[in-house]
């Protein structure tokens, strides 16, 4: 369901079968005919439970293309210190909240995230559309890349179960947010550098395509494949894609003994317990 929300049309390209009793509520999906959120609604045979599947990252150097600018622009207002201010000169960015060196806003960095053009607002609005139409349903967020971010942070607000594949780290907008942070769980590896917050600085492949992705937390459990040691992995963002991490990792692990399971302790990294601060202060 997250690798085919990058999918515009079903059953064509890489679009996978979905098994276990689901399938799409419908062929248009969502957001197709926009630049923003994207992906399917899948329901079981009685639509009692309800999967929204969101798209991620569209990647590009030079973006204006579908979701790109779009996609770009929610990316470094979530996951940088400060909306992509006084970092890389590649940084595209999306807010005047940096008040001094090293120093952001608080007040103006959460009006910046909860603004309606951003895709917190919009997926909020994607799950009342949503459960609007299903009343009855149990509702489930999945998504890879941005699109498990955002989703963690919608199951954050409304308390509703979440999977994702290789989400950016969604603590520090979930802080800023002031969202609640109960467990969670998301697959993920050492051998792809935006999960494990280190595509960021100069020489970064990230920083060069203009995104600023400094966060290094999730709000919840992190299923961790170790392909660097088990394989020989290259740490990359090539192998970021979900079209990639299916065939390569998930399919190739079939024993529990192969993962672990991260729990973070929230004391344990500086974007965590900023919430009450009305000036956050940015590692230098």
Known sequence: MAAN??????????WKDVNGGFNRT??????????????????????????????????AIWDGDGTTTNDKENDNLFFSCCCG????????????????????????LRRSLRKENRYYAAARHLYNNVTALYPDAEVWMSGHSLGGAVSAMIGLTYGIPVLTFEAVPDAL????????????????????????GTCNGATASCSYAG????????????????????????????THKINWVIPNVIKQYDKLNYIFVIQHNEDEHP???LQDSWMVGLPG
């Open 26 to 59: 419908d062929d248009k999906g969502f957001g197709w005919d926009g630049t923003g959120l994207r992906g399917y609604l899948y329901g079981d045979e009685t639509n009692s439970v309800i999967v929204i599947g969101l798209k991620g990252t569209t990647l």
């Open 173 to 196: 907008p979930a802080n800023r947010l002031g969202l609640p942070v109960p467990p969670g769980v998301d697959p993920d590896r050492p051998g792809q550098r935006d999960f494990t």
């Open 85 to 108: 201010q006084q970092g890389s000169a590649f940084y595209r960015q999306v807010c005047d909240c940096a008040v001094g060196t090293y120093t952001c806003n608080l007040t103006c």
């Open 271 to 273: 974007n965590s317990d």
């Open 211 to 238: 995104y600023a992705l400094e966060s290094a937390c999730h709000s919840g459990r992190e299923c961790m494949y170790d392909v660097v040691k088990d394989n020989g992995t290259r740490v990359s963002i090539l």
């Open 5 to 14: 929300a990058y999918v515009d049309v079903p059953d064509t390209g890489d």
